[in-house]
């Protein structure tokens, strides 16, 4: 009698993001030029780290946003500012460095994607880093 079937995760792949310690300004948005090209290795699934500071404190319980632009042709990549950010945080009001696993299961569509970063209104300028890893759900015996 065989045993049943389990679902595991596959082994994680690096994405480069283009994001890695760019700095935002309080009121604007970074939208990166590097292109994660999902339209061979058809990664299902994706998560996304961010690492940031400020080298002042920042106003407490303001927000920083991160978008995920989509290209269905491989071409026209959606706006950041036509389009509703994937996720967002609140950092705590310090200049410390922080790391946050900001999305988690971001499921992707076999296309190209651009990340995006807006400093919505924290008052200070951020240095911020994206880290993205593709995965898949694989059924194993």
């Known amino acids: 009698m065989a045993l049943p079937d ?23 948005s970074y939208t990166s030029s590097t292109v994660i090209d999902n ?21 407490g ?5 991160i978008y995920l632009l989509r290209s269905v042709d491989g071409t026209n990549y959606e706006a950041l500012a036509d389009t509703y950010p994937i ?12 790391r946050l696993v900001v999305v988690q299961d971001a499921p992707m569509l076999p296309c190209k994607y651009k990340l995006g970063v807006k400093n919505v209104d924290t008052g200070q300028t951020i ?3 994206l880290n993205t890893k593709a995965y898949d759900m694989v059924m194993e015996d």
């Open 61 to 65: 319980s303001r927000t920083v946003e």
């Open 39 to 59: 339209t061979s290795n058809r990664n299902s699934l994706m998560v996304i780290e961010a690492v940031w500071s400020y080298s002042s404190a920042p106003t």
């Open 127 to 129: 240095t911020i880093t």
């Open 87 to 98: 996720t967002s945080f609140s950092p705590p009001a310090d200049t410390s460095a922080h």
């Open 6 to 28: 389990t679902q595991k995760v596959s082994a994680f792949s690096n994405l480069d993001t283009g994001i890695s310690s760019q700095t935002v300004s309080n009121g604007s």
